[in-house]
């Protein structure tokens, strides 16, 4: 149980990370991401396909949007294959990190 909860302690948590904008569907697929793939993911993500952020140190979030506060989500599709710094709530399921979107901003790097 001591593990568990280890593995569970940030849940609910706010953060903040900065990191490439993906389009899961390609990423997930082909590992497709980067400057190249930017129209093809600006096209996927705009036509639903789920949205993720990877960081630096390879670390992968899925984007939820807040139903409460839809904008941060709908802004966050502007930046595809960009670096942004995204803010929002953990949440942990089933091995699947995501992040509630709060607040997205390009990264000043």
Request: one cysteine or more; aromatic letters at 6%.
């Amino acid at each position: 149980m001591l593990l568990l909860t280890f593995l569970f302690a940030d849940e609910g948590k706010v953060i903040e990370v900065e990191g490439e904008v993906l389009d899961l569907a390609c990423y997930i697929h082909e590992g497709a991401r980067g400057e190249g793939h930017k129209k093809c993911a600006e096209m996927c993500i705009k036509g639903g396909a789920p949205i993720g952020v990877i960081t630096s140190d390879g670390k992968l979030y899925l984007i939820v949007e807040d139903h409460n506060n839809p904008k941060p989500y709908e802004e966050i599709k502007n930046y595809a294959a960009q670096i942004v710094k995204v803010k929002g709530t953990l949440y942990n399921r089933n091995g699947l990190q995501g992040i509630v979107i709060s607040s997205v901003q390009p990264s000043k790097k």
